[in-house]
């Protein structure tokens, strides 16, 4: 099968959908979408979408709380667009109809999440991503000129002389190429690298993998966020206990009952995301006994009506969310790292752009700030597609780079829940040279017969799959290794503080295969 389009969009999330309304005017649009729409983390995104709309608020003040939770390695200029154009696109989705929280006086609630100053989030109860997606699909649904390719999972960008010509891609029953001029990753993250995760099924660093094997800058990779409150229950699912829920009240308590993070944290509850996590291990080390969230402070029929996704959910794990104990421990959650770009998304490879989780414009610094995900989908989906419509020159990589090559050596392939938990144990939340040396020698080798063989090429979804997971978490795991201190998202046990004499800095890998 063979499609010819002017604008190729791969992937379905907010970045990807915003990009292909807004390149609809110009040409014809093909998106590739893996699954089912709804299985984006768009679609997951329970917590809502940061803008500085309230009268208390600004974008200078807005910047300065995603500066302050990037610990040192924002970019300032991506920041300054995320935070100045944010509010134009999120009055859009007002504009468009889009189903959020209103005040009595009609005007939009907005919400206080961990490390925002000030209410900023705009919510859609919580299931603000899902709202946000059904918008965008319905437009997208409207637009004659946005042709959708539905279980289609692409597999090798398609290079002609170094410039990004299409993507080849396979579905159930067939394979196929897209041929277009200009192409946007934007296939979201990376989170099922993992063996504990809010990500959905399909989040296995596709993009990522791809970019990384058609020779672009793959940058930051070990800033990993885990999300603090994730239901924890043997025999149920992780699901996602979104911020807002701590940004209404919510206390974290120790096994005798008592809120503890305060003993860690000046913040509290409300502390940068990373902070949270590692405050909840040590108490949980100390006293011997899990953590919990707890609402039971809280009036019972608002936590109803607030949260009725997450009510829900715990429902059906057997647990109250307005009068229990909550169980919960952290997750992988977000990848800060991804396919280095510019402020327009252009990557170090002619003709290709990448927005929204699987991007890296430095937005996000070491540690992304609550609720700024679907913002930078919708700013940076945007600013693409511009990219796209003026024709696609090569960025350039703005951090250091550093060239790795595949290991010489091949290792039979292990099963995927063998490389998740691999990942979990030596790459997760704390880290050390042991582990990590450990994992990027297993991983290495697994990397050289997944490239060797073509697995990302593969018929079999499987194959596919565990290429992706193997070839993300050899250069996550890698970009652990070489960064000896701690920041944001990246805890080393053994560097515990910052070095920002040696790394106060981005580092870029470009994959030779």
Avoid at 62 to 73: M, N, R, S, Y
Avoid at 154 to 169: H, K
Avoid at 265 to 278: C, K, Q, T
Avoid at 375 to 381: N, T
Wanted: proline residues 5%; charged residues 20%; aromatic residues 6%.
């Amino acid at each position: 099968m063979l499609i010819e389009a002017d604008f190729l969009v791969i992937g379905s999330g907010i970045a990807g959908l915003r990009a292909a309304l807004a390149l609809a005017p110009f040409g014809r649009v093909a998106v590739l979408t893996k699954a089912d729409p709804s299985e984006s983390n768009t679609g997951y995104a329970q917590g809502g979408i940061a803008a500085a709309m309230g009268d208390d608020d600004s974008p200078e003040l807005h910047a300065q709380d995603t500066i302050a939770a990037g610990d040192g390695l924002c970019v300032p200029e991506a920041v300054d667009v995320l935070v100045g154009e944010g509010p134009y696109y999120v009055r859009e989705l007002l504009e468009w109809g889009a189903a959020f929280d209103r005040e009595p006086d009609g005007r939009p609630a907005l919400g206080r999440e961990a490390a925002h100053s000030v209410r900023r989030v705009l919510h859609a109860r919580d299931a603000t991503g899902r709202e946000i997606a059904r918008l965008l699909w319905s437009r997208v649904s409207q637009t004659a000129a946005i042709q959708v390719v539905d279980d289609a999972s692409a597999t090798e960008l398609m290079l002609d002389d170094g410039i990004c010509r299409g993507v080849s891609f396979v579905t159930a029953h067939t394979t196929g190429t897209v041929a277009a001029p200009q192409t946007l990753l934007a296939t979201g993250g990376a989170g099922q690298v993992f063996r504990e995760t809010t990500n959905p099924a399909i989040a296995t660093g596709d993009g990522i993998a791809m970019a990384a094997r058609a020779g672009a800058c793959i940058a930051d990779l070990e800033f990993v966020q885990f999300h603090p409150t994730v239901l924890s229950m043997e025999g149920s699912p992780r699901f996602l206990l979104s911020e807002a829920l701590r940004g209404e009240g919510a206390r974290l308590i120790n096994g005798a009952g008592e809120p503890f993070m305060e003993r860690y944290e000046p913040a509290g509850d409300l502390a940068a995301r990373d902070l949270v996590a590692r405050a909840m291990v040590r108490e949980a080390e100390r006293t011997g006994a899990p953590v919990y969230l707890t609402l039971a402070h809280l009036d019972p029929d608002f936590v109803r009506r607030r949260f009725p996704t997450i009510a829900a959910a715990c429902a059906h794990a057997g647990l109250d969310l307005a009068t229990d104990r909550i169980p919960v421990s952290p997750a992988a959650h977000y990848v800060m790292g991804g396919v280095e770009t510019d402020l327009y998304g252009r990557t170090s490879v002619p003709g290709l752009v990448a927005a929204g989780e699987v991007a890296c414009t430095g937005v996000h610094g070491a540690n992304r700030l609550a609720s700024n995900s679907l913002l930078e989908g919708l700013v940076f989906g945007a600013r693409a597609a511009e990219a796209m419509t003026h024709g696609v020159l090569a960025g350039t990589c703005r951090s250091d780079r550093h060239d790795v090559r595949v290991p010489a050596r091949e290792a039979p392939c292990p099963s995927v829940h063998e490389v998740r938990d691999l990942m979990w144990r030596h790459a997760g939340l704390v880290r050390t040279h042991d582990r990590l040396e450990e994992a990027v020698t297993h991983l290495g080798g697994w990397a050289s017969t997944v490239l060797a063989g073509r697995m990302a090429s593969s018929a079999d979804p499987e194959a596919r799959r565990l290429a992706s997971i193997v070839t993300v978490g050899w250069l996550i795991a890698g970009a652990a290794l070489r960064r000896t201190e701690s920041r944001g998202g990246h805890f080393r046990a053994d560097f515990p503080s910052h070095d920002d004499l040696h790394w106060k800095k981005h580092v870029a890998d470009r994959l030779h295969v």
